[in-house]
T-cell receptor, first 115, second 115 residues
Framework: EAGVAQSPRYKIIEKRQSVAFWCNPI?????LYWYQQILGQGPKLLIQ????????DSQLPKDRFSAERLKGVDSTLKIQPAKLEDSAVYLC?????????????FGPGTRLTVL | AQKVTQAQTEISVVEKEDVTLDCVYE???????LFWYKQPPSGELVFLIR??????QNEISGRYSWNFQKSTSSFNFTITASQVVDSAVYFC????????????FGSGTKLNVKP
């Protein structure tokens, strides 16, 4: 079974530029998550999708961050414009929402550096 | 309030030593799940174990063991005879029955195993 795929793995941009990250979850996993992990901290949930609907985006800085999952499969997270404090690893995870005992499976992450 | 607390920010041990990583959680739900993840330098969070709140049996998997104690709201992780490959950041996480698709992560414990 293929895992969660993310691209790119690394991205370096200057502040005020835009950037987009892509995630393809495990096949059949209707729930998809985007997390932001700042160095030395635990993952912080940015947004959770169930199929193509948003379940929780309470911690997403909506003035600059946006995310979509149009067909309920892969997802894109965008930052526009980026700030220095956005430097972090962006992790995508997926889960089978119908399985109470199931875990979240994570992709390798995208390491963003904003200069 | 933090739902998951990992008080140990960083631990250093010498190879072959035993080491215990602490995790304390907080929830009002009677049904919940606890998880441990490993994050090696490559960045991907790797699932290690899941326990539900009704199963307080300790679990052993090779050199890894977990001690779940509801009385102290703790779910500690012990690595026996540590190896250099165990060097990573370890995260404890909680999901609650009211929304088991949402995970609360601790801030992580960085384990350094020196040869």
């Amino acid at each position: 079974e293929a895992g969660v795929a993310q691209s790119p793995r690394y991205k370096i941009i200057e502040k005020r530029q835009s950037v987009a990250f892509w995630c393809n979850p495990i096949s059949g996993h209707a729930t998809l998550y985007w997390y932001q992990q700042i160095l030395g901290q635990g993952p912080k949930l940015l947004i959770q999708f169930q199929n193509n609907g948003v379940v929780d985006d309470s911690q997403l800085p909506k003035d600059r961050f946006s995310a979509e999952r149009l067909k309920g499969v892969d997802s894109t997270l965008k930052i526009q414009p980026a700030k220095l404090e956005d430097s972090a690893v962006y992790l995508c995870a997926s889960k089978n929402p119908g399985q109470e005992t199931d875990t979240q499976y994570f992709g390798p992450g995208t390491r963003l550096t904003v200069l | 309030a933090q739902k998951v607390t990992q008080a140990q920010t960083e631990i250093s041990v010498v190879e072959k030593e035993d080491v215990t990583l602490d995790c304390v959680y907080e929830t009002r739900d009677t049904t919940y799940y606890l998880f441990w993840y490993k994050q090696p330098p490559s960045g991907e969070l790797v699932f290690l174990i899941r326990r539900n709140s009704f199963d307080e049996q300790n679990e052993i998997s090779g050199r890894y063991s977990w001690n779940f104690q509801k009385s102290t709201s703790s779910f500690n992780f012990t690595i026996t005879a540590s190896q250099v490959v165990d060097s990573a950041v370890y995260f404890c996480a909680l999901s609650e029955a009211r929304n088991f698709n949402k995970f609360y992560f601790g801030s992580g414990t960085k384990l350094n195993v020196k040869p």
